[in-house]
Nanobody, 126 residues
Framework: QVQLVESGGGLVQGGGSLRLTCAVS????????MGWFRQVPGKEREFVAA????????DYADSVKGRFTISRDNAKNTVLLQMNSLKPEDTAVYYC???????????????????WGQGTQVTVSS
């Protein structure tokens, strides 16, 4: 059974930092590209960041470039999202997702990901 479990969310003041962790089991982790998405009520889930199977390639939404860093540890089957200089507009439920395909570019659309976690809430106060 495939499981993706996010943790590390919480309440933080604007300008602060959080680190999200996604622990993955039930699949061959090193063969999956991984992504982070976020969603606020009433809006579409949006792409945040992605990382290739080896960790050698990454991609970010323009809104988080320079503030967020995605990384992975294939020995521990985990993917991390380090979030710095947080803004109130970063408030959302954050989801990690797994993409089983080797693509010419990293996936930035929900339909490109086959497995999803349950999400973790991040709230940034002003």
């Amino acid at each position: 059974q495939v499981q993706l479990v996010e943790s590390g969310g919480g309440l933080v003041q604007g300008g602060g930092s959080l680190r999200l962790t996604c622990a993955v089991s039930g699949l061959t982790f090193r063969t999956y590209a991984m992504g982070w998405f976020r969603q606020v009520p009433g809006k579409e889930r949006e792409f945040v960041a992605a990382i290739s199977q080896s960790g050698g390639s990454t991609d970010y939404a323009d809104s988080v470039k320079g503030r967020f860093t995605i990384s992975r540890d294939n020995a521990k089957n985990t993917v991390l999202l380090q979030m710095n200089s947080l803004k109130p507009e970063d408030t959302a439920v954050y989801y990690c997702a797994a993409d089983p395909y080797l693509r010419a570019r990293l996936g930035s659309h929900q339909y490109e990901y086959s497995y999803w976690g349950q999400g973790t809430q991040v709230t940034v106060s002003s």
